[in-house]
């Protein structure tokens, strides 16, 4: 019910926009957060946007990548830019009904996860 998509592998200081399409289901969640998992590390909240349009970041990314949605297409989308090589994850979305204090710290809060795409700097 979510599909990501945009990974692959770019140089320092590259580029990359990832997209997470939900069926109408999952996107009728209140939140909508992205996530990264690096091997041997524990699975970290990047960032996550409420149905109202706000939006949360991990401090790790703030300036540098930004969460949008489009809700015609019901897709959410994360900009990435300025990436470094701890960027280097797995990054998954995931759709849930959680508040903003939780969306970034409670992932088994949420009820529907993507595959997941890599993302890979060097």
């Known amino acids: 019910q979510l599909v990501e998509s945009g990974g692959g592998s770019v140089p320092a200081g590259g580029s990359l926009r990832l997209s997470c399409t939900a069926s109408?289901?999952?996107?009728?969640?209140?939140?909508m957060g992205w996530f990264r998992e690096a091997p041997g590390k524990e699975r970290e909240g990047v960032a996550a946007?409420?149905?109202?349009?706000?939006?949360a970041y991990a401090d790790s990314v703030k300036g540098r990548f930004t969460v949008s949605q489009d809700n015609a297409e019901m897709t959410v989308y994360l900009q990435m830019n300025s990436l470094k090589p701890e960027d280097t994850a797995m990054y998954y979305c995931?759709?849930?009904?959680?508040?903003?204090?939780?969306?970034?710290?409670?992932?088994?809060?949420?009820?529907?996860w993507g595959q997941g795409t890599q993302v890979t700097v060097s």
């Open positions: 946007i409420f149905a109202g349009g706000n939006a």
């Open positions: 995931a759709a849930g009904k959680l508040d903003y204090y939780s969306a970034l710290r409670n992932p088994a809060k949420y009820n529907y």
């Open positions: 109408e289901i999952t996107y009728r969640s209140t939140c």
